[in-house]
């Protein structure tokens, strides 16, 4: 059974700093065979996008909302993916969610990737 294990989230005040990271548990599941993604869900919202890297890295994809604020990067070696949270908002506050999926390119839509983790909390205060 695969699992993905999200890790970093935490409180902080607005216009710091987080980094979320994301591992895989379980079989032996190389992440870097996959497209991983970001995605997070507000409370009271639908879950929603945030970012996506390709199994090479290359040029991820963000959501507008955090363009120029958020990192996506993986690390090989580690098998691991990391979200780099900076001049976090009060409106970044939510569970995220680390993805992965079994599909070419980089997908943007959640029902693209195949591989969830149970999430981790961010809260901002302003």
């Known amino acids: 059974q695969v699992q993905l294990v999200e890790s970093g989230g935490g409180s902080v005040q607005a216009g710091g700093s987080l980094r979320l990271s994301c591992a895989a548990s379980?079989?032996?599941?190389?992440?870097?065979?996959?497209?991983m993604g970001w995605f997070r869900q507000a409370p009271g919202k639908e879950r929603e996008f945030v970012a996506a890297?390709?199994?090479?890295?290359?040029?991820?994809l963000y959501a507008d909302s955090v363009k120029g604020r958020f990192t996506i990067s993986r690390l090989i070696a580690q098998n691991t993916v990391y979200l780099q949270m900076n001049s976090l908002k009060s409106e970044d506050t939510g569970v995220y969610y680390c993805?992965?999926?079994?599909?070419?390119?980089?997908?943007?839509?959640?029902?693209?990737?195949?591989?969830w983790g149970r999430g981790t909390q961010v809260t901002v205060s302003s």
């Open positions: 993805a992965a999926a079994q599909a070419d390119g980089i997908p943007l839509s959640q029902v693209e990737f195949n591989y």
């Open positions: 379980g079989r032996t599941f190389s992440l870097y065979a996959y497209p």
């Open positions: 890297i390709g199994r090479r890295g290359g040029s991820p």
